[in-house]
């Protein structure tokens, strides 16, 4: 059975790593044995991240110029036949292990870039040096496989698009005994009503700042909304500043990290995605399955999947203004957040499930392996 190496940065508790543990968790040994190598955090994957997965870390430290050799050495010693390098951060290191290793097939996986839209001069140079456009790769959605393409030269033939997945019967749309009880989880009262985000790890590209901007101007006229922040990192003590200062203390709660989102989803009226970037958001996918209405920046694919949902819910990225009427629009009329929650859960369950994209991703496992190509 051939050995399939999944390779990321770090094993922060992100959208890329949540998802590729669930994807590694459906495959391993059905057509191939799968295993996740962190190059540099050394802490394990927590909560419902790990179980069950084999999970080997490098514990870089800094700027390690001979990681690479580290990495080649176990992609040799554990015979692995693939290696899937997920993201930037990874692909300097397995393009350089791999370079001397014939047997082994290189696939790089782009889930978007953290800081904008394009890619850096220094990093297309690399990339250039390394040859990385003449590889194959994946795309969690077209506009990342765009990025790809007219950022750094990739054939697009050799880019797959594979959306991300959600698990639609896990993420359920919400009875009303489901939402009492998450409401309950946040000690919310049941008259407020609430506006919520997730990012597992807040970081500037996901734009809190505008979201927060944008609730200041909703509270003047909506004296009943609460705001939800889910996640956790380094900027939460900057946002947490802003709230104060916008004198928002008792209208924002943050919630530090959450396992298991899919509990308090329920309590949300309305899902907000302010990113300025993204390659294709796990946590929209998961408020669209809930039948959350959702407002979304205007990045990645949400032009195309929101279209057809309700295209006011589309804003410009880092609009504050715009956002907060597109948002006060549904939170005055019950009717169109309705319409809206229907039309988005039944976009997940027609394109985005999770069953679907780990059948594309072992159809692509299995023909590389056997033909050496990813198809078009």
Known sequence: MPTILHVVHSVEPGGTERMLCRLVSALD???????????RDPRPFGGTLGDGLEIISLSAKGRDRFLYRRLGKLIRDRGVDLVHARNWGTWTD??????SLHNVQLLLGFHGLQNGQSFTTFQRLRAKLLNMDALAATAVSNAARDVLVDGLGFNRRNVRVIHNGVNSRQFAPASDQTRIVARHRLKLRGDRFIIGSVANFFERVKGHDV??????????????????????????S??????????????????????????????FDVFVCSSHSEGLSNAVLEAMAVSLPCVVTDVSDHRQMFDSIDPDLIIPPNDDAQMATSISRLMNDPNKRSAAGLAARSLVETE?????????????????????????
Do not use: W
Request: with cysteine; net charge positive.
């Open 29 to 39: 040994g059905v057509e191939a044995n799968h295993i996740i190598c962190s190059l």
């Open 94 to 99: 397995a393009t350089l292990a791999c370079r």
């Open 211 to 236: 979201l927060l901007r944008a609730f200041a101007r909703i509270v003047t006229a909506h004296p009943n909304a609460h705001l939800i922040l889910v996640g956790y990192g380094p900027l939460e």
């Open 238 to 267: 900057e946002l947490r500043s802003q709230v104060k200062d916008l004198g928002l203390c008792d209208r924002v709660t943050f919630t530090g990290r959450v396992e298991r989102v899919e509990r308090i989803l329920p309590a």
């Open 352 to 376: 985005f499930t999770f069953d679907a994209c780990s059948a594309s991703y072992a159809r692509m496992y299995d023909q590389l392996l056997t033909c050496s190509a990813v198809p078009a």
